[in-house]
């Protein structure tokens, strides 16, 4: 279960304080309950996301998670670039303390990502497919009771992406899931609450459609 | 359910580990100049004043002073400056909650203690071999003296490290105001070379301190001024290290949101 308490949060820019990304966001997601967020380019479903898997901190307001959260996984975060992408594995499954079973985890992490060699080359190296193979990779060998995406479909070739979506599928029976993508058919399918995010609140709906169904109303989506 | 210290203690272990993957392997035989940065810096010191030195400090080899300082001097710079890019270096990695901005900088410290050691224990080793009188005479007070400098070094490095992240013009300048503090640490000449009359205005810079205090420690023979001690180092080392300390805690938010 994650409660997500009378949230506000603004950044700090350049030049002062920033506007307020969220407004006093509120909602509750029961466990095993996969959500998907809507909302225009910019409306703070990133935010959120980086607000519920704990590597930001709101600035009013209170999250808490009372299940394992993963980290949010998507766009080439949380992968340091002069190291391989075996010591990137190592690294995380040690902060996640599998040690005792790290050679396991790596060896799963290597066979879903199937970069070959490249496994052994620094992360600079890489092009953003082959990041996101890995980034899946990673984040499929932890148990999670919730994971956060931030539109990891959608990356990869085609062979990539139907292996990638039946193991999201798998995943989304097991554990609760909350993701951003901009691809209707990769929300629907996958989840069954939506939250749509608009001017600052988050409005729940008890079906992705519905959710769906009011970001299109809109009239400036 | 894993406890938040160890959670911590497996950070900690996960960071070392990267810490000195990258630490190798940041150019082709990185280890080779790990080792020998500190040997070139310190022949060519001896070819400069080895000579003139002897002549200075009667009884006191010119080459194992310099040694002394040079190690001394470096350790807290060494420390210091690493520390200060830690964050900037492992900004990825705090895309994971369990890594706090505080962990990297802690851990760099741990990998500066034991590269500062290996390459000490290397210098010395090649002294000796080369006839030089390596044994301290108070093995103690020297390992002390080093330690102090180290802290020091850490608590400057804490401070550095949160001030340049939210100021980054701050980090230039502080590497700007290592280099005449590198003369006016007494790394090149002993503490007694300066008149009496400014060694108030000296002894203000605690690293004189630890460096002084290195040398009465390894040299029987060896007198400082009065007034060095050991006290005001390890005082200015936890003041600036609780300072680092609190600004973490302080700036914690803004350091992860970048």
């Given at each position: 279960?994650?409660?997500?308490?009378?949230?506000?949060?603004?950044?700090?820019?350049?030049?002062?304080?920033?506007?307020?990304?969220?407004?006093?966001?509120?909602?509750?997601?029961?466990?095993?309950?996969?959500?998907?967020?809507?909302?225009?380019?910019?409306?703070?479903?990133?935010?959120?996301?980086?607000?519920?898997?704990?590597?930001?901190?709101?600035?009013?307001?209170?999250?808490?998670?009372?299940?394992?959260?993963?980290?949010?996984?998507?766009?080439?975060?949380?992968l340091?670039?002069?190291l391989t992408g075996r010591q990137n594995a190592k690294?995380?499954?040690?902060?996640?303390?599998?040690?005792?079973?790290?050679?396991?985890?790596l060896r799963?992490i290597e066979d879903f990502a199937e970069l070959g060699e490249a496994f052994d080359e620094p992360i600079k190296t890489y092009s953003?497919g082959m990041k996101?193979r890995l980034?899946?990779g990673?984040?499929?060998?932890?148990?999670?009771?919730?994971?956060?995406?931030?539109?990891?479909?959608?990356?990869?070739?085609?062979?990539f992406?139907?292996?990638?979506?039946?193991?999201?599928?798998?995943?989304?029976?097991?554990?609760?899931?909350?993701?951003?993508?901009?691809?209707?058919?990769?929300?629907?399918?996958?989840?069954?609450?939506?939250?749509?995010?608009?001017?600052?609140?988050?409005?729940?709906?008890?079906?992705?459609?519905?959710?769906?169904?009011?970001?299109?109303?809109?009239?400036?989506? | 359910?894993?406890?938040?210290?160890?959670?911590?203690?497996?950070?900690?272990?996960?960071?070392?580990?990267?810490?000195?993957?990258?630490?190798?392997s940041?150019?082709?035989?990185?280890?080779?100049?790990?080792?020998?940065?500190?040997?070139?810096?310190?022949?060519?010191?001896?070819?400069?004043?080895?000579?003139?030195?002897?002549?200075?400090?009667?009884?006191?080899?010119?080459?194992?002073?310099?040694?002394?300082?040079?190690?001394?001097?470096?350790?807290?710079?060494?420390?210091?400056?690493?520390?200060?890019?830690?964050?900037?270096?492992?900004?990825?990695?705090?895309?994971?909650?369990?890594?706090?901005?505080?962990?990297?900088?802690?851990?760099?410290?741990?990998?500066?203690?034991?590269?500062?050691?290996?390459?000490?224990?290397?210098?010395?080793?090649?002294?000796?071999?080369?006839?030089?009188?390596?044994?301290?005479?108070?093995?103690?007070?020297?390992?002390?003296?080093?330690?102090?400098?180290?802290?020091?070094?850490?608590?400057?490095?804490?401070?550095?490290?949160?001030?340049?992240?939210?100021?980054?013009?701050?980090?230039?300048?502080?590497?700007?105001?290592?280099?005449?503090?590198?003369?006016?640490?007494?790394?090149?000449?002993?503490?007694?070379?300066?008149?009496?009359?400014?060694?108030?205005?000296?002894?203000?810079?605690?690293?004189?301190?630890?460096?002084?205090?290195?040398?009465?420690?390894?040299?029987?023979?060896?007198?400082?001024?009065?007034?060095?001690?050991?006290?005001?180092?390890?005082?200015?080392?936890?003041?600036?290290?609780?300072?680092?300390?609190?600004?973490?805690?302080?700036?914690?938010?803004?350091?992860?949101?970048?």
């Open positions: 279960m994650i409660i997500v308490d009378e949230v506000y949060k603004r950044y700090r820019t350049d030049h002062g304080v920033g506007k307020w990304v969220l407004q006093g966001v509120s909602f509750t997601i029961p466990p095993k309950v996969n959500v998907g967020l809507v909302g225009r380019n910019g409306a703070g479903k990133s935010t959120l996301l980086g607000l519920i898997g704990g590597t930001d901190t709101p600035t009013r307001g209170r999250v808490e998670r009372r299940c394992r959260v993963s980290w949010p996984m998507g766009f080439g975060g949380g340091q670039g002069s690294f995380v499954c040690r902060i996640h303390g599998h040690e005792a079973d790290l050679p396991d985890r799963y953003s996101s980034q899946f990673l984040s499929l060998a932890f148990d999670f009771d919730v994971y956060i995406s931030d539109e990891v479909t959608s990356t990869g070739d085609a062979r992406k139907e292996k990638a979506a039946a193991a999201f599928k798998t995943l989304a029976d097991r554990a609760g899931l909350i993701m951003v993508s901009h691809g209707e058919g990769t929300l629907k399918e996958f989840c069954t609450a939506g939250i749509w995010l608009h001017e600052g609140r988050a409005y729940w709906f008890d079906s992705i459609n519905d959710a769906l169904k009011e970001y299109k109303k809109c009239p400036n989506p | 359910m894993r406890t938040s210290s160890l959670i911590a203690w497996t950070v900690w272990k996960a960071l070392f580990l990267r810490e000195t993957v990258a630490r190798l940041a150019r082709r035989a990185a280890w080779v100049w790990i080792l020998l940065e500190p040997l070139a810096q310190l022949i060519f010191l001896n070819v400069l004043f080895g000579v003139v030195l002897q002549r200075l400090i009667s009884g006191i080899d010119g080459g194992l002073f310099i040694s002394t300082g040079v190690l001394g001097f470096s350790v807290a710079r060494n420390t210091a400056m690493r520390l200060k890019d830690a964050i900037h270096a492992n900004a990825t990695l705090l895309t994971y909650r369990q890594v706090l901005p505080v962990d990297t900088v802690l851990v760099r410290a741990a990998l500066e203690a034991v590269v500062f050691m290996v390459s000490a224990l290397f210098l010395f080793t090649g002294l000796g071999l080369l006839g030089y009188q390596v044994i301290p005479h108070d093995f103690l007070q020297v390992m002390l003296a080093f330690a102090a400098l180290w802290l020091a070094g850490i608590g400057l490095g804490l401070i550095l490290s949160v001030v340049s992240q939210l100021i980054p013009a701050v980090g230039k300048v502080a590497e700007m105001v290592f280099l005449p503090l590198y003369f006016l640490s007494g790394v090149m000449h002993p503490a007694s070379a300066i008149p009496p009359a400014y060694q108030s205005w000296f002894l203000l810079n605690p690293f004189v301190h630890g460096i002084e205090t290195v040398r009465t420690g390894f040299f029987p023979q060896y007198y400082t001024i009065p007034g060095v001690s050991m006290g005001y180092l390890l005082g200015f080392a936890m003041f600036t290290v609780c300072l680092g300390l609190a600004l973490h805690v302080r700036f914690a938010t803004r350091l992860v949101a970048q």
